[in-house]
Nanobody, 124 residues
Framework: EVQLQASGGGLVQPGGSLRLSCVAS????????IGWFRQAPGKEREGVSC???????YYADSVKGRFTISRDNPKNTVYLQMNSLKPQDTAVYYC??????????????????WGQGTQVTVSS
């Protein structure tokens, strides 16, 4: 059974930082394309960042220069380092894995497995 476990969320003040982790089990992690998505209340789920195995990552325009995605294949883990957080970054963050490189990296239906989400709240 494939499972993705996202963690690292929390409450942080504007300008602060958090690092999210996504640990996978039941899957050969380095064969998969990994994405981070987020969903704020009343809004659709949107792509934040994604990474294949060795190719330059993608970032949504809203997080470029502030967020960094990385992967540690031996640990089956992908990280999302989030700096200079803003209140508009508040959302539940999900990690997802795709068996094949997505044709559209922000299309949620291109991903086969999803984690349960971790809440990120940016507020003073």
């Amino acid at each position: 059974e494939v499972q993705l476990q996202a963690s690292g969320g929390g409450l942080v003040q504007p300008g602060g930082s958090l690092r999210l982790s996504c640990v996978a089990s039941g899957v050969t992690f380095n064969d998969h394309y990994i994405g981070w998505f987020r969903q704020a209340p009343g809004k659709e789920r949107e792509g934040v960042s994604c990474i294949s195995n060795g190719v330059n990552p993608y970032y949504a325009d809203s997080v470029k220069g502030r967020f960094t995605i990385s992967r540690d294949n031996p640990k089956n883990t992908v990280y999302l380092q989030m700096n200079s957080l803003k209140p508009q970054d508040t959302a539940v963050y999900y990690c997802a894995a795709a068996r094949q490189n997505p044709r559209l990296v922000w299309a949620t239906n291109e991903y086969d497995y999803w984690g349960q989400g971790t809440q990120v709240t940016v507020s003073s």
